[in-house]
């Protein structure tokens, strides 16, 4: 006889399930990230229904700097026996060169790119290169005490680090294009071979149309005619930083201008000396939907550099929000009174009753160097202050937060802007010959919350 039966106990369900193993994976996904890694990997341990969803976490983002570690993880991506495929739950992979530690090979390279598949998101950073190999302590006596030194007609020149010291291995970056349909962030840093080729191979690939992410930092021999075509192959990217000493001209911008036209977004350049009017006056015609812009090393004493081509900017991008120049010598009261219409009638626009638009909406961050001293006296720029939250806002709210990273459907750690620091604005407007600027918070009517 049954226990149960005995007892006097009903008969047990034994169709019964927890509710736990009824939801779907994508609700248990986003369960699971709100839990620590630690309980996230007793999660994935618990059973087979909730393994897939927890394991997509675990490997989602990767980051390599031991060639051990890197070794150990793809040993384990590449076994043909496991359980579940681990590869294809990689998204995102950043590998950062390190001395003595991980060097990037075309090897590596290729075992990623042919065991990821669903790979979104790639770093490579070579920022810890050194000029030359370093020299071994040799246990040899020290050598004797040299002659005094002579007077020579002649000195023969000493043998000097030439920039051939410093080039970086090529990779077979044509692989990313070419296995990695899904890639829709790209970031390299100081990644400098003798020449551009494997760059100009991987934007003929890059042709699936899901690249949307890509930041170039120190790559000093890519060349203009590489991001054109990136650029062509590519017209739907909307983030766009090429910083360093990557020289970016006229033609390159306009490239970018009319290929990306409303889908670019956000856009740094680290080398603008070779900026003109040409350039700007493009983006303000194909770009209406650029929220980001800074320009950085600008020439101020060009003389087909004015202030034109970015009041047309900030009257026809009617998404700018941030705005960052380094050298703001060429700016004059023009510019400014522009940006005062702009931000009094996008204030207005916001506090409006019934008005949909959040405090996010309108031109609210503008930082600028090497003002002229005139400008920092002008009537215009004290008007602009008392936009500022410096005069306005006197606590801190945690809506006084605006996001200027672009945002991507999947997080990538490596792409994300740092966030202001909590006091940055309650400086000083005005900083020496810098313009700190942040807008205040719009005052909205308690009838429209």
């Known amino acids: 006889?049954?226990?149960?039966?005995?007892?006097?106990?009903?008969?047990?369900?034994?169709?019964?399930?927890?509710?736990?193993n009824n939801l779907p994976p994508s609700i248990l996904r986003r369960i699971f990230e709100h839990v620590s890694t630690e309980e996230i990997i007793k999660c994935a341990q618990t059973c087979r229904h909730w393994a897939i969803p927890a394991l997509k976490i675990i490997w989602q983002h990767l980051k390599f700097i031991r060639t051990r570690d890197f070794d150990r993880t793809f040993a384990i991506i590449a076994r043909k026996n496991t359980i579940f495929p681990y590869g294809t739950f990689v998204k995102s992979i950043e590998i950062i060169h390190a001395e003595r530690e991980l060097s990037i090979s075309s090897q590596m390279m290729l075992l990623v790119v042919s065991l990821c598949h669903d790979l979104e998101a790639i770093s490579l950073n070579f920022s810890n290169v050194r000029a030359g190999p370093k020299?071994?302590?040799?246990?040899t006596p020290p050598k004797k005490a040299l002659p005094p030194p002579q007077m020579i007609q002649h000195r023969v020149p000493t043998k000097t680090v030439t920039t051939a010291d410093t080039h970086t291995q090529p990779l077979p970056l044509a692989h990313i294009g070419h296995n990695c349909p899904s890639i829709h962030t790209l970031r390299l840093d100081s990644y400098v071979p003798k020449n551009d080729d494997s760059i100009y191979e991987m934007a003929k690939y890059l042709n699936h149309g899901t690249l949307r992410n890509i930041r170039f930092t120190g790559c000093t021999t890519l060349q203009g005619s590489t991001l054109r075509k990136l650029a062509k192959m590519n017209p739907?990217?909307?983030?766009?930083?090429?910083?360093?000493?990557?020289?970016?001209?006229?033609?390159?911008?306009?490239?970018l201008a009319e290929e990306c036209r409303l889908n670019l977004q956000h856009l740094v350049i680290g080398n603008a000396y070779h900026l003109t009017d040409k350039a700007f006056l493009n983006l303000a015609h194909y770009c209406s939907n650029l929220h980001h812009l800074s320009l950085y090393n600008t020439n101020s004493d060009a003389e087909s550099l004015s202030e034109n081509g970015l009041i047309q900017i900030v009257k026809k991008c009617s998404s700018l929000s941030v705005l960052n120049i380094s050298n703001a010598r060429w700016l004059g009261e023009a510019f400014f009174e522009e940006v005062l219409i702009r931000v009094k009638r996008q204030l207005q626009e916001v506090e409006e009753p019934n008005s949909k638009l959040t405090a996010s909406y309108g031109l609210h961050q503008i930082c600028l160097g090497n003002v002229r001293r005139e400008i920092l006296r002008s009537p215009t720029l004290q008007k602009l202050i008392e936009l500022s939250s410096y005069s306005d806002d006197f606590e801190t709210s945690d809506d006084d937060e605006y996001s200027t990273a672009f945002e991507a459907p999947v997080q990538v750690p490596f792409m994300s802007n740092e966030a202001l620091p909590p006091n940055a604005r309650k400086m000083n407007v005005v900083r020496g010959s810098s313009i700190w600027w942040y807008r205040r918070q719009p005052r909205v009517s308690q009838a429209t919350n």
């Open 236 to 255: 739907q990217m909307r983030h766009i930083e090429i910083l360093g000493n990557t020289p970016i001209t006229d033609s390159t911008t306009v490239t």
């Open 135 to 139: 020299m071994e302590q040799s246990s």
């Open 1 to 20: 006889m049954p226990q149960y039966a005995a007892t006097g106990a009903t008969s047990p369900d034994l169709s019964y399930q927890p509710m736990s």
